[in-house]
């Protein structure tokens, strides 16, 4: 007759150990009150989402910055909310990527875009910041461009001699909240493609696609 030690062996030996965190997911912004639901904090916004859908929370603080885990799709990945402010973002993201020696193609990040429609995104391969204070720190602190991102409409300024910064730290106006949190519904899509490496078959499916 077995004794309980025996099937608390069994047990454990049942036990799966968990999977290594392979991916970063990154969600750009600005900390503080004074900047939630601003347009720059977009990424903030996304990564809020995504932690609540997995049921997780993005609180822990590390790499100068608040993360948490998840897994998606099957892949292991570390969210993260740099908490450096937004032109420097990049420190917080080499911090994590060196500590998991994840390469920039495993960091996919989510940022705020003014260049076009709130409901709409734009997945993109690799490139240049594009003006993005934020993208740009990635990209230097990494000393690479050659990492994912998905890029939230934020709404186009209504002229061009607007001050961008002032357009993109004012806040989401709340008519247009609900079309931002409708988009955040696609990332569970876009992100398990990007982490199983289909990153063209999520540009195909979701590139202009509008909520």
Same mark, same amino acid.
């Given at each position: 007759?077995?004794?309980i030690?025996?099937l608390?062996?069994?047990?454990?030996?049942?036990?799966?150990p968990?999977l290594?965190?392979?991916?970063?997911?990154?969600?750009l912004?600005n900390?503080?009150?004074?900047?939630q639901k601003?347009?720059?904090?977009a990424?903030?916004?996304a990564?809020?989402?995504?932690?609540?859908?997995?049921g997780?929370?993005?609180d822990r603080?590390k790499?100068k910055?608040?993360?948490?885990?998840a897994?998606?799709?099957?892949?292991?990945?570390l969210?993260?909310?740099p908490?450096?402010?937004?032109?420097?973002?990049?420190e917080?993201? $080499?911090e994590?990527?060196?500590?998991?020696?994840?390469p920039?193609e495993?960091?996919?990040v989510l940022?705020?875009? $003014?260049s076009?429609?709130?409901?709409k995104?734009?997945?993109r391969?690799?490139?240049?910041?594009?003006?993005?204070?934020?993208?740009k720190?990635v990209?230097?602190?990494?000393?690479?461009?050659?990492?994912p991102?998905?890029?939230?409409g934020?709404?186009?300024?209504?002229?061009?001699?607007?001050?961008?910064?002032?357009?993109?730290? $004012?806040?989401i106006p709340?008519?247009?909240?609900?079309?931002l949190?409708d988009?955040?519904?696609?990332?569970?899509?876009?992100? $398990?493609?990007?982490?199983?490496?289909?990153?063209?078959k999520?540009?195909?499916d979701f590139?202009?696609i509008?909520k």
């Amino acid at each position: 007759m077995s004794s309980i030690f025996d099937l608390f062996k069994k047990i454990e030996k049942k036990e799966e150990p968990s999977l290594p965190i392979s991916h970063i997911i990154v969600g750009l912004g600005n900390p503080g009150e004074k900047y939630q639901k601003t347009r720059h904090n977009a990424g903030f916004l996304a990564i809020d989402y995504i932690s609540e859908k997995y049921g997780t929370r993005c609180d822990r603080v590390k790499f100068k910055g608040l993360c948490g885990e998840a897994t998606i799709g099957g892949v292991r990945v570390l969210l993260l909310k740099p908490q450096t402010f937004m032109n420097l973002s990049g420190e917080s993201i $080499a911090e994590a990527s060196k500590f998991y020696k994840i390469p920039p193609e495993k960091i996919i990040v989510l940022s705020d875009d $003014a260049s076009f429609d709130v409901g709409k995104l734009r997945i993109r391969k690799s490139g240049s910041a594009g003006g993005h204070n934020g993208l740009k720190s990635v990209i230097e602190c990494l000393g690479s461009d050659k990492f994912p991102r998905i890029k939230l409409g934020v709404g186009q300024k209504p002229n061009p001699d607007y001050d961008i910064a002032d357009w993109v730290l $004012a806040k989401i106006p709340s008519e247009l909240e609900p079309h931002l949190y409708d988009l955040f519904t696609c990332l569970p899509d876009i992100l $398990a493609l990007l982490l199983k490496g289909e990153i063209e078959k999520a540009m195909c499916d979701f590139n202009g696609i509008s909520k």
